[in-house]
Nanobody, 111 residues
Framework: QVQLVESGGGSVQAGGSLRLACEASDGIFRRNDMAWYRQAPGKQRELVKN???????NYADAVKGRYTIARTSNGYTVFLQMNSHKPEDTGTYYC?????WGHGTKVTVSS
């Protein structure tokens, strides 16, 4: 089973940027749909962005125009570039592919 490790989380002020990375133990992102989710404290996990194996991208309305997603050509890493942060972006961000979840990376946005 593939292993996923997220990184890049941290604390940032509103308006700032962070780039998250999800590294897989094999090149699973090359041809498989994947997604980034986030879970705010006390709330359900929600879809942020997904990226299909054919490079089609879908975005949650809350992040449109602020977040972009990209993967390396070898399929080992997917990045989530997050700009113009808002306090409501605070949460733990998870990478997901083929029924496998990463452990998450925490993002805290202060106003």
């Amino acid at each position: 089973q593939v292993q996923l490790v997220e990184s890049g989380g941290g604390s940032v002020q509103a308006g700032g940027s962070l780039r998250l990375a999800c590294e897989a133990s094999d090149g699973i992102f090359r041809r498989n749909d994947m997604a980034w989710y986030r879970q705010a404290p006390g709330k359900q996990r929600e879809l942020v962005k997904n990226l299909t194996g054919y490079n089609r991208k879908n975005y949650a309305d809350a992040v449109k125009g602020r977040y972009t997603i990209a993967r390396t050509s070898n399929g080992y890493t997917v990045f989530l570039q997050m700009n113009s942060h808002k306090p409501e972006d605070t949460g733990t961000y998870y990478c997901y592919v083929r029924e496998v979840w990463g452990h998450g990376t925490k993002v805290t946005v202060s106003s």
